[in-house]
């Protein structure tokens, strides 16, 4: 881990656009925080945003803010996310559930570095540093029509990698860490966790990292008062972990399974002349995902279309 600190420390010091990588629950924000803090810009703001939990219908004065009467409501000027983190760093977390066509909005300000609010004339300029994380695999977004290549291209000027859980060699140091901050608040006096419990926690693969570590030792600490041992937490957050690992994975089998290939959908669509009710039920899938299909295909037609013959020059 002593790598990634070193590159976060380096990327602090400039004003590089920064992409954190990881699974979820590894500590991405936290990471977000620690390049803000160590940068010039730490008198300044830092603003978070969750790119997932984004409204379509206000995804654009959520960005860039809107003046009065803009809109039904607008009865003052509404200061956008960029604005807020004027003078310090804006940091979008699961940038990769950014929607499309807020991508390009995104984009626009990045090149131009001012934002021009709903309702408003004139560009505003804006000074600000940008930390984006993200658990999915953005090349992989590119290639399903999910994500602008020109904008991965903008992000991940200084892309850093940070490591899950069960790949850290100061997992005693992090459980330690955090049992002394949860039990500080917990009890009135200080303990710290024994060794065969730090044994016993870092034999566990942490699908959920840093996160799902907190939340067993908070439970740890509210349970053992009542005759709970680690041993029984442990074996019940597992049982339960893989539960729901077979449940996601047959799920997603299942949504594979289900979608049959462009060339039947083709065929059923020429013979049912692209009466998309009638093809579905020959396909018998919903028409639902038949649309979904559609659209998900002729997307792939137009990037490739788009793409052909262009070369990028890293």
């Not at 803000?36 to 004065?61: D, Q, T, V």
């Not at 009467?69 to 003052?76: E, F």
């Not at 309702?119 to 994500?147: K, S, Y």
């Not at 049982?239 to 077979?246: A, F, G, K, M, V």
Request: proline share 4%.
């Amino acid at each position: 881990m002593k790598k990634h600190e070193k590159l976060m420390f380096i990327a602090a010091k400039s004003n590089i656009p920064v992409l954190l990588q990881g699974e979820s629950g590894v500590g991405k924000e936290i990471a977000a925080r620690f390049i803000h803090e160590h940068s010039p810009r730490n008198g300044g703001p830092f603003i978070a945003l969750n790119c997932g939990a984004i409204a379509r219908n206000l995804a654009e004065s959520l960005l860039e803010g809107a003046k009065k009467g803009s809109y039904t409501g607008a009865s003052i000027d509404h200061q956008g996310i960029v604005q807020a983190a004027n003078g310090g760093t804006l940091f979008l977390d699961e940038i990769g559930e950014m929607p499309f066509d807020m991508q390009s909005k995104l984009l626009r300000i990045l090149q131009e570095r001012s934002v021009l609010p709903l309702g408003a004339t004139q560009n505003e300029p804006v000074d600000f540093r940008l930390v984006c994380a993200t658990n999915r695999d953005l090349q992989n977004e590119i290639r399903d029509g999910n994500f602008r290549k020109d904008l991965y291209f903008r992000l991940s000027a200084f892309p850093i990698v940070i490591p899950p859980l069960r790949n850290r060699d100061d997992f005693p140091e992090i459980a330690a860490t955090l049992w002394s901050e949860i039990t500080a608040k917990t009890f009135a006096e200080q303990f710290p966790l024994r060794k065969n419990e730090i044994k016993e926690l870092s034999k566990c693969n942490w699908p959920g990292n840093i996160r799902q570590l907190k939340n067993v030792l908070q439970r740890y600490a509210l349970l053992m008062q009542h005759n709970i041992s680690l041993e029984e937490i442990l074996s019940e957050e597992f049982s339960q972990t893989t539960l729901n690992d077979i449940h996601e994975n047959f799920a997603y089998q299942t949504a594979r399974a289900s979608a049959p290939n462009w060339a039947f959908i083709q065929k059923a669509l020429n013979e049912n002349k692209g009466n998309k009710c009638r093809a579905a039920r020959a396909l018998k899938i919903s028409r639902g995902c038949l649309c979904y299909q559609i659209k998900k295909h002729e997307l792939q037609e137009w990037n490739s279309c788009e793409n052909f013959g262009k070369c990028s020059l890293v």
